[in-house]
């Protein structure tokens, strides 16, 4: 059995554990805060936006063979979102098992057909381990997200496509539900995938940084619900088709279908942003309960021990003095 100085020095040591998680806990709720706030402040105009697109999108023949129409798949973009650091639970995990599950799957491609963007620290040094091509250095904007650079990297990638040095584009990310719940996804970035419309889950809870087991199960319930009712809407809502352009179409494309894109992947960037704090607050949330656990057992132990020690000093001085 330990002794006293060992049993205090370790519940000494797991109390400064728990002061650290604890902070660490309290800082990512308060940078989630500010997450949500953004997404909140950006998520309208980027929802709008890419309804009436893909809606006008699905409506028109012509564009649909121009824009959504699929191709053979020679090269393949991945943009995978990540963070730069650690202590986040299964986040960074979780998007690398999906990114090497995609990678899996475009194997009969050849690496050199193969170009990653890879934003965040985590998975940009997966990367390189692979030995696959990364498209250059993003880890600032896993930190910092910055509407410029996500403006450029769209660009960018959209003239790829133009141009067929790309003939498929997806991102891998976290998709921020709740804060309890992020949900990581694969979605299609060129071509535009308008079947996504429909199926998209829009539902998000922007107000609460809750993440317990009660919430998580409540949010579950209530998105079930909402879904149900948006399905029974979208039964009896015709597809809008009626579209009047101006100036003329190529017009109206050259400048929708860029913004769209660079608000795809602006959005995702916050998602994974979001999502990474929120998995990290219930990291440490998870730390904190179980040093308050252990603290509870060491402090069981040393009070036993304790009182061991006190009887057995008792019994020595009572079969001293009998031995007197």
């Known amino acids: 059995m330990p002794s006293l100085k060992e049993i205090k020095g370790r519940i000494a040591s797991v109390n400064s554990t728990r ?10 709720s308060s940078k989630l805060h500010h997450a949500q706030v953004a997404i909140e402040n950006m998520l ?16 028109d023949a012509d564009v649909r063979s121009t824009y959504v129409a699929e191709r053979p798949v020679n090269r393949v973009a ?51 381990k692979l030995g696959y091509t990364s498209a250059g250095n993003f880890n600032a904007l896993a930190d910092k997200p910055n509407v410029q650079e996500c403006t450029e990297i769209a660009q960018k990638l959209g003239a790829m496509y133009r141009l067929g040095e790309v003939d498929r584009v997806e991102m891998i990310y976290h998709h921020f539900k709740s804060a309890g719940s992020q949900i990581l996804t694969r ?31 409540y949010l579950r319930q209530r998105d079930k619900e ?7 809407e979208l039964d009896g809502k015709p597809l809008n088709d009626n579209f009047i352009v101006e100036p003329d179409l190529d017009s109206v494309m050259n400048k929708l279908i860029p913004k769209l894109a660079h608000l795809m992947l602006y959005t995702a ?8 704090h929120a998995a ?13 656990e ?30 007197n």
């Open 78 to 128: 991945l943009i995978v979102f990540s963070s730069n650091s650690s202590l986040c639970g299964g986040f960074n995990a979780n998007v690398i098992k999906e990114m090497q599950k995609a990678l899996e799957q475009y194997k009969h491609l050849g690496k050199e057909n193969i170009l990653i963007y890879p934003i965040g620290r985590k998975v940009a040094e997966k990367v390189n």
């Open 280 to 292: 990290r607050m219930v990291a440490m949330q998870t730390a904190t309960d179980n040093a308050d």
């Open 44 to 59: 309208p105009y980027e929802s709008m936006l890419e309804h009436i697109l893909k809606t006008f999108l699905a409506s």
């Open 19 to 28: 002061k650290i998680t604890s902070a660490m806990k309290m800082v990512a």
């Open 187 to 217: 979605k299609t970035f060129f071509p535009i995938d308008i079947e996504s419309e429909l199926t998209a889950d829009k539902e998000r809870d922007l107000k609460s940084n809750v993440a317990t087991r009660e919430a998580v199960e």
């Open 294 to 323: 252990i603290l509870r057992e060491l402090n069981l132990q040393y009070n036993k021990s304790r009182q061991q020690a006190i009887t057995s000093e008792l019994l020595d001085i009572v079969g001293g003095t009998v031995n």
């Open 269 to 276: 960037l916050l998602d994974s942003i979001a999502s990474e």
């Open 226 to 232: 909402h879904a149900e009712e948006n399905k029974r």
